[in-house]
């Protein structure tokens, strides 16, 4: 064989699987032809060759495209669009230069996502390490039902290091639900898209590989300037999508590397672990917000008016000699732009006096009894009442009383006034009509008409034994299970707060689902109410608990499957804030590391 016979045969070796079934008559009938790539398509077309090899030409994406897939990164819900069976690993790694330490911090963020959605199975984990300041790894896994939590939390700024691998339930069993609720807890989760214009400096350089293993192609990036340089790698399968990306920025001070791989298909594999210690599911109770019915209130005649609106409770304005469209005569009083109603002959400062406020404004907030007969009483704490205090109303046998006592113009007037002098909030006069008119009650301030218990029962403002709770499940839940495997307890914990409640004694339980606790002797019976909204026989979000009595108990939920109180939950992760705010954190802990100590 000749010189260029064994060239020829070298570089078919190099470039085709298939030269190895070439022998050399079949390569001496290719010395009359051109090998080469004759797709005008691929990247090292050759316009004179006359024979083409199997795998002989590489077909590399342009500039543009490389760029393109790099800027529409996909979500995994996206991905999953595509193919049931995806996921991506994004591995952020810095060291920048803090100047509230005076110190280079090394910070690290993973944020690794799998989902097999035809094994109703998925995986995400959450890395985030500073330093020695603070170091959290939490991982879920859940197929099916079955849940597994993996999380180990370190550094300075952790109170009580520790490692956790557990396993909880989800008997609704939607995996995308616990990767939505972990993702939105990670530090990537407060990364947003610029709009600004992401052009490359035309001084970067570009080259490109090929691979024909998987006819894979890659585009390489460079740009040096002056101590900053940036590097970036992106490489693209053979549809011409994102496999990856690697990019490294470092501005002569602060070094950024970027990781960032997708996986599709067999690269997908996702095993969970059904013989660890079970954990309860976490459950919130968000207490019902008050929305208070309004009205249009006059604080000087102490009424509501039957404006209905917000707009026309505040339209309310005083005109003197107004020439009115509407009266034969010039118009002096109280005057409503937004309804045209005119109130004549009212003076300034009730027509001043209208404000849109809750329905029962400056209503009595104390009922108390006499022999049985109710007592509306009307409270003016930090206020002021004096008896024939208004000069408007000479000789009136009657208290005069304002909201505050710098201001000029009385509020209202009450036959019956007590005063109360409290050292922990404001002074108060409490005062009410329900007496009627005497001259004997120029002295009333001194009065226990209304510190008189109701009905002759000892009234204690401290006391919370009859104290009513309800909350409703949040929205935010994310693991279900049956009403049937949870019970309400009601815990005597001592005067002392504590901590954990199986400190606490248990003075009555009962299932969840039945709306009665007893004690075990049957002396006490304790009655609350748990509202199956939905009617899914699930503890879920929307359902509702409320408690009638709690007589100074403490009230905890407890898990029969996982032998747990549902505040113990294992599931609740470590706090991971957004990257912006984590540094900022981070900064403020550590200028009070920095600060001198003294000893006192």
């Known amino acids: 064989m000749n010189r260029t016979i064994v060239v020829l045969a070298s570089l078919l070796i190099v470039t085709t699987p298939l030269a190895g079934c070439l022998d050399e008559v079949t390569l001496e009938e290719l010395i009359d032809d051109i090998v080469g790539c004759m797709d005008n398509e691929a990247q090292n077309y050759d316009e004179n060759a ?44 810095t060291t920048q230069f803090s100047e ?30 500073v330093d020695s300041m603070i170091s959290t790894d939490y991982q879920v896994i859940q197929v099916g039902e079955v849940v597994n939590i993996h999380s180990i939390s370190s550094g300075i700024i952790i109170e009580e290091p520790e490692s956790v691998s557990v396993q909880t339930r989800d008997s609704d069993g939607s995996v995308m639900d616990m990767v939505h609720s972990v993702l939105s807890g990670s530090p990537m989760s407060d990364d947003s898209d610029d709009d600004d214009d992401d052009d490359l400096p035309e001084n970067m350089s570009a080259s490109f590989t090929y691979d024909s293993t998987d006819d894979s192609q890659t585009m390489h990036l460079t740009l040096a300037e002056n101590d900053s340089s940036i590097s970036l790698s992106v490489t693209l399968d053979e549809n011409k999508e994102l496999m990856s990306y690697q990019m490294y920025i470092d501005d002569g001070t602060n070094q950024t590397t970027t990781m960032y791989t997708v996986m599709w298909g067999d690269a997908v594999v996702i095993d969970v672990d059904t013989t660890l210690p079970k954990t309860s599911i976490p459950i919130w109770l968000v207490a019902e917000e008050y929305e208070p019915e309004m009205a249009c209130g006059n604080h000087y005649g102490d009424y509501f008016s039957d404006d209905v609106n917000e707009d026309s409770c505040n339209s309310w304005i005083y005109l003197e000699d107004y020439d ?81 006592a710098s201001l000029s113009d009385w509020d209202n007037w009450w036959y019956y006034c007590e005063y109360y002098d409290s050292d922990h909030d404001d002074d108060a006069w409490h005062c009410t009509d329900d007496f009627g008119q005497s001259e004997d009650f120029e002295h009333s301030a001194d009065g226990d008409e209304w510190s008189e218990p109701d009905d002759g029962e000892d009234e204690d403002e401290d006391d919370n034994s009859a104290s009513i709770e309800s909350g409703t499940v949040a929205d935010n839940m994310t693991y279900t299970a049956p009403i049937s495997d949870f019970e309400l307890r009601f815990l005597d914990c001592g005067d002392e707060d504590i901590d954990d409640l199986n400190d606490c004694t248990v003075m009555a339980s009962g299932p969840l689902a039945s709306g009665t606790a007893n004690s075990s002797d049957g002396f006490l019976q304790m009655t609350f109410t748990y509202d199956d909204v939905d009617t899914d026989g699930m503890i879920s979000a929307g359902d509702t608990l409320s408690l009638n009595d709690t007589m ?35 900064s403020l802990l550590g200028a009070a590391f920095l600060l001198p100590r003294r000893d006192d």
Not at 53 to 80: H, K, P, R
Not at 113 to 121: F, G, K, P, Q, Y
Not at 562 to 584: H, M, R, W
Request: glycine residues 8%.
């Open 50 to 93: 006359t024979t083409e090899l199997v795998g002989n030409c590489i077909y590399t994406a342009s500039m543009a495209q490389f760029m393109e897939a790099l800027d529409e990164q996909m979500s995994i819900d996206e991905m999953l669009n595509q193919i049931p069976r995806a996921g991506y690993s994004n591995i952020i790694s």
């Open 324 to 404: 009115s469209p509407q009266s034969d005569e010039p118009f002096t009083g109280c005057y409503n732009s937004y309804t045209h109603i005119q109130l004549e002959g009212m003076s300034e400062i009730e027509c001043d006096s209208y404000e849109w406020t809750e329905l029962y404004y400056d209503e009595p907030d104390d009922d108390h009894h006499d022999e049985g007969n109710h007592i509306s009483w009307n409270s003016y704490y930090g206020g002021y009442c004096e008896w024939e205090g208004n000069p408007d109303d000479v000789g009136e046998e009657r208290w005069s009383c304002k909201e505050d």
């Open 100 to 129: 509230d330490l005076n110190q280079m911090l090394d910070i690290t963020i993973e944020e690794h996502v799998m989902v097999d959605l035809e094994n109703n199975s998925a995986m995400v984990r959450i890395v985030l390490s």
């Open 552 to 586: 100074g108990l403490h009230v905890g939920i407890y898990d029969l499957w996982a032998s747990e109180y549902t505040n113990d939950s294992k599931v609740v992760g470590p706090s991971l804030p957004g990257f912006g705010s984590l540094l900022a954190t981070i």
